[in-house]
């Protein structure tokens, strides 16, 4: 069964430190999202990717945050300078032209 | 703004009842109707779906209801086993929108 990917699994990382979280979709899926869920709370919306450009974003999705598909596998999640409050477990998903979305298992993020 | 709700927040069961979960969508023009659950450090996965031309839909203990007109659908878990414990999510999906409910976390006491 195809499913999606994310690495890596757990993320440690200094405040003000560059991360960068890496999905690969499941192959001819056409629409891609990020999530985040902080412990404990609901699943929030981050971005939607289609056709090479973000196709929406919420107002958690700030500066420090940008999303690329490099290569046409990956897609990938930067949080440029990570703050205490970025600490959430992200999720990457995928759409193929039916509205089922597959996520991935999830990277903790943990930012000390 | 788009909206999605799920009642209750939190449901505590015992083995062998059944649980509902109901969501409450305000996005008229979607047409698909998933429930997600989401196990204990794991990513959320679909257990059952509904598109708008269908009414129930039923896979073994779980069933979907959908209500197109009062823009709510539901979960239905008969036969509750330990193993349902987990939180569960509706969405709510229209072109490119995919919108989680905010959770029912359902506890199943053997």
């Known amino acids: 069964e195809p499913e999606v990917t994310q690495t890596p699994s757990h993320q440690v990382t200094q405040m003000g430190q560059e991360v960068i979280l890496r999905c690969v979709p499941i192959?001819?899926?056409?629409?891609f999202y990020w999530y985040r869920q902080i412990l404990g709370q609901k699943v929030e919306f981050l971005v939607s990717?289609?056709?090479?450009?973000?196709?929406?974003k919420s107002e958690i999705f700030d500066d420090q945050f940008s999303v690329e598909r490099p290569d046409g596998s990956n897609f990938t999640l930067k949080i440029r300078s990570t703050k205490l409050e970025d600490s959430a477990m992200y999720f990457c998903?995928?759409?193929?032209?039916?509205?089922?979305?597959?996520f991935g298992q999830g990277t903790r993020l943990t930012v000390v | 703004g788009e909206n999605v709700e799920q009642h209750p927040s939190t449901l505590s069961v015992q083995e062998g009842d059944s649980a509902v979960i109901k969501c409450t969508y305000s996005?008229?023009?979607?047409?698909?109707f998933p429930w997600y659950k989401q196990e204990l450090g794991k990513g959320p996965q679909l257990i059952i779906d509904?598109?708008?031309?269908?009414g129930e839909k039923k896979d073994q203990r779980i069933a979907v209801t959908l209500n197109k007109t009062a823009k709510h659908f539901s979960l239905h878990i008969t036969e509750t086993q330990p193993e349902d414990s987990a939180v569960y999510f509706c969405?709510?999906?229209?072109?490119?929108?995919?919108?989680f409910g905010p959770g029912t976390s359902l506890s199943v006491i053997p």
């Open positions: 998903a995928s759409r193929g032209f039916w509205y089922e979305a597959f």
């Open positions: 192959s001819n899926h056409l629409y």
């Open positions: 990717f289609y056709n090479n450009e973000i196709s929406e």
């Open positions: 996005d008229s023009a979607s047409n698909y």
């Open positions: 509904i598109r708008s031309n269908v």
């Open positions: 969405i709510m999906t229209s072109y490119d929108k995919v919108i």
